[in-house]
């Protein structure tokens, strides 16, 4: 049998919907199992006088490999109002289930009393500023955890720099994960 052009475009089209039939369930399969093990956290508003701040999601997807390196991102959605042209900070916190902090590696994702913290520069240049899937990428490397399953949450601030310092604006409810450490 010979394919003249149209034969072609129709096994184009074929295979194309045997990748959309076959292939795509299977992978929402698995989003739908990854999501099982992810708590999603609900709004929480803080206000520091007339500005103010809110979140509206926080999305954890596991087994993210970023330039060869094993890690989590957080995704994150939230909101920023009356500080326009100012410079901030959006930070990822982590915490045991039983509230104590977890230890990072190194300076560079530690907090100053050594929490695992990864945090990001956000420009606020919108009276309005609505930021939607803003990715905080956590090597799985950075915990220091004992061997075994752990209970895990995280949570997230975000920071308005004023002169030297940073001023707390608003802070997420927690997501909940499990995390194996081998």
């Given at each position: 049998?010979?394919?003249n052009?149209?034969?072609?475009?129709?096994?184009?089209?074929?295979?194309?919907?045997?990748?959309?039939?076959f292939?795509?369930?299977?992978?929402?399969?698995?989003?739908?199992?990854?999501?099982?093990?992810?708590?999603?956290?609900?709004?929480?508003?803080?206000?520091?006088?007339?500005?103010?701040?809110?979140?509206k999601?926080?999305?954890?997807?596991?087994?993210?490999n970023?330039?060869?390196?094993?890690?989590?991102?957080?995704?994150?959605?939230?909101?920023?109002?009356?500080?326009?042209?100012?410079?901030?900070?959006?930070s990822?916190?982590?915490?045991?289930?039983?509230?104590?902090?977890?230890?990072?590696?190194?300076?560079?994702?530690?907090?100053?009393?050594?929490?695992?913290?990864?945090?990001t520069?956000?420009?606020?240049?919108?009276?309005?500023s609505?930021?939607?899937?803003?990715t905080?990428?956590v090597?799985?490397?950075?915990?220091?955890?004992?061997?075994?399953?752990?209970?895990?949450?995280?949570?997230?601030?975000?920071w308005?720099k004023?002169?030297?310092s940073?001023?707390?604006?608003?802070?997420?409810?927690?997501?909940?994960?499990?995390?194996?450490?081998?």
């Open positions: 049998m010979e394919l052009g149209a034969g072609y475009g129709c096994l184009a089209v074929v295979s194309i919907a045997a990748v959309v039939l292939v795509v369930p299977q992978i929402s399969d698995f989003v739908d199992e990854m999501s099982e093990e992810t708590e999603v956290t609900t709004t929480n508003t803080a206000s520091s006088g007339k500005s103010k701040g809110s979140f999601d926080i999305r954890l997807e596991h087994g993210v970023k330039n060869g390196v094993q890690g989590m991102n957080a995704i994150v959605d939230f909101e920023v109002k009356n500080l326009q042209g100012c410079e901030g900070l959006c990822l916190y982590f915490v045991y289930d039983n509230g104590a902090d977890v230890k990072g590696r190194t300076d560079k994702n530690t907090s100053s009393d050594g929490q695992l913290a990864i945090s520069k956000i420009n606020l240049i919108y009276k309005t609505c930021f939607t899937d803003l905080l990428f090597p799985y490397n950075e915990f220091v955890l004992p061997v075994g399953e752990h209970k895990l949450k995280c949570y997230c601030v975000i308005l004023e002169d030297s940073y001023k707390q604006i608003a802070t997420s409810t927690y997501a909940k994960f499990t995390l194996t450490q081998n």
